[in-house]
Structure formats: structure tokens, C-alpha cells
């Protein structure tokens, strides 16, 4: 038994430290919101104590993953240290890659839309075969679904403002706030317009499979590095399903579309590729959306004779 318990220790500790904090952060949201209906349902009396707690679960669920972070946080800070760094890259080290990451993301998003502002053209790409993903995708249906959202929001945002207000100093904070708001989701869309549809494929050289969608994902995989090319007719999740695989390990480089391709990566070997501007290496599955599947299976994989 004495040993029993820092094992299940480990194992819940190890389980929290795959689990992405954007994930975890959508776990506590998705608490909030059906805990919030579930509390219509119980008598007035129980209605606010109820709430109260509820509010704790989320910061349970981040204390719990922060302290099962903090061996990982640790080593990067006797990293850092060891490579002499000031005393505010270690702390910065310390934080969690997907918060340094997004930072990352919000900065090249910016740039992105100041880019689209100045109409900018991003570098060349490397030479060669290039593998498009934009062409029969849904990307540019999405975006336009968004600005017209967008736009649609704004005179909801001054209605509902003139109803909950309760001054017109009050009228005149909701408004700057809808305001900004709706100003960030601009900044955010032409951004990402910019960098996805600047570039609008994958280039293939005689050497690596060169992966880009944006900040949003990037990456080179050599080509001697990919084992099997499989055609992908069933969701992500239900693939790692049927073959045993953690939904963690497998990566995804898609604008918007659902991946219709797997790439099976050999094993011991270490793909460095960026998601969300957090690297992550290994040899798991790589998912990727291609306008023609078949160009890339063939031209990596020929059929043999």
C-alpha cells in the first residue's frame, strides 16, 4: 500500500502534466456554464452557496495542474540558470509554454494585421513542389462567417448596453468595452488573414515537408522521417481511437478543415514542430488538411512497380 500510493500519485500528476492548459481552461469554463444551469434547478435557499463553490472548481482544477507542473517548471529554471540567464528570463521560464507561447501568437497576429494594413507581402517560400490547402477548403468561408458575425454583434452590443445600464456613465463604459472588443476580434481575423492566406500551402522539397499555416502552426518534417502517408475518412479522435494512440502525442496543422491526412513518423525520431508558437518534438501522428491528398502521398511514397 505504501507503494501503491505515490505511484497513483505519479500517474494522476504525469496525466495532468499532457493535458494542455487551454484544454483545462475550457474544462473550467464548460464547469462554470453547466454548473450556472444546474443551479436554476435547485431551491433559492442553495442557489448562492451553491455558486460560491463552484467558483472554487476551476482554480482547483489550475492549482492541481500547477503543482503538477512544478518539477517541469523547476528544471527549466536550473536551465536557465545554468545558461546564465538574467533573473527575468528565468522567471519567465518558469511560466507555462502555453502562456509564453500565446503571448508569441497575440504579437504576430498584431503584426499580421499591421502587415494587411500596409498590404505587405510575407517572404518567399522555400522552392518547391507546392501543396495547397486553401483551394477547396473552408478557411475563407470561415473568415467571412466571422466578419459578418463581427458586424452583426456591434448593434447587438448598443442594445444590450441601453438595457443592462444602469447611468449613461455605465451606457458609456459598455460601449467602450463592446467596442474594443469587437476591435480585437478585427485585429485577430485580418491577422490571421493575412499570414494563412499570404501563404495558402505546404512546399515540398526534395529533402523535408515544409508545414506552414501561419503563427498558428509551422514546421519542417524531413522526409526520411515519415514511415506510412494514410488517408484520414474518420475524425481525429476516432483514428486514435481505433489505433490505441493518445489524442496528446498527435499534432494537427490545419487552417480550419478537418485533417483528411495521417502522417505515421518513424519511431525514436524527433519532429520538431510549432503549434499555437509552443514547439513540440516527438515521433506522434501528424495531421494535416490538403486540398489534393493524393499529391503528397505520391510524390513521398511512390506506389512500387
Not at 499555416?213 to 518534417?221: L, Q, V
Request: with cysteine; aromatic share 10%.
Amino acid at each position: 500500500m505504501q507503494d501503491a500510493f505515490p505511484s497513483t500519485l505519479r500517474r494522476y500528476r504525469d496525466g495532468l502534466q499532457t493535458i494542455p492548459w487551454l484544454l483545462l481552461a475550457g474544462y473550467g469554463v464548460m464547469i462554470l456554464f453547466y454548473g450556472a444551469l444546474a443551479s436554476a434547478l435547485l431551491p433559492a435557499a442553495w442557489q448562492r452557496p451553491f455558486l460560491h463553490c463552484l467558483l472554487t472548481l476551476p482554480l482547483l482544477l489550475l492549482v492541481a495542474k500547477d503543482l503538477a507542473c512544478y518539477p517541469l517548471a523547476f528544471a527549466r529554471w536550473k536551465a536557465a540558470s545554468a545558461r546564465g540567464e538574467p533573473l527575468l528570463k528565468r522567471l519567465i521560464a518558469t511560466q507555462p509554454p502555453e502562456f509564453r507561447g500565446y503571448l508569441r501568437l497575440e504579437r504576430a497576429m498584431w503584426r499580421g494585421f499591421f502587415n494587411w494594413v500596409r498590404q505587405r507581402p510575407l517572404p518567399a517560400r522555400p522552392a518547391g513542389e507546392a501543396l495547397g490547402y486553401l483551394d477547396r477548403g473552408s478557411y475563407g468561408t470561415v473568415i467571412c462567417c466571422v466578419l459578418l458575425a463581427l458586424f452583426v454583434e456591434l448593434p447587438l452590443d448598443v442594445m444590450i448596453a441601453s438595457i443592462i445600464a444602469k447611468s449613461p456613465e455605465q451606457s458609456r463604459m459598455l460601449h467602450i468595452g463592446f467596442g474594443l472588443l469587437a476591435a480585437y476580434g478585427f485585429v485577430w481575423v485580418l491577422g490571421d488573414r493575412w499570414h494563412v492566406t499570404g501563404r495558402g500551402h505546404h512546399v515540398l522539397t526534395a529533402s523535408s515537408l515544409e508545414l506552414d499555416i501561419g503563427p498558428r502552426g509551422f514546421g519542417s518534417i524531413p522526409l526520411d522521417a515519415i514511415a506510412v502517408i494514410e488517408r484520414l475518412k474518420e475524425s481525429r479522435a476516432a483514428w486514435c481511437r481505433r489505433h490505441g494512440v493518445s489524442l496528446h502525442v498527435t499534432r494537427k496543422l490545419s487552417p480550419f478543415d478537418a485533417p483528411n491526412l495521417v502522417l505515421l513518423l518513424k519511431p525514436g525520431c524527433d519532429v520538431r514542430l510549432h503549434l499555437l508558437q509552443v514547439e513540440r518534438g516527438g515521433d506522434g501522428p501528424v495531421f494535416v488538411y490538403l486540398d489534393r491528398p493524393e499529391q503528397l502521398s505520391a510524390a513521398v511514397l511512390p506506389p512500387r512497380p
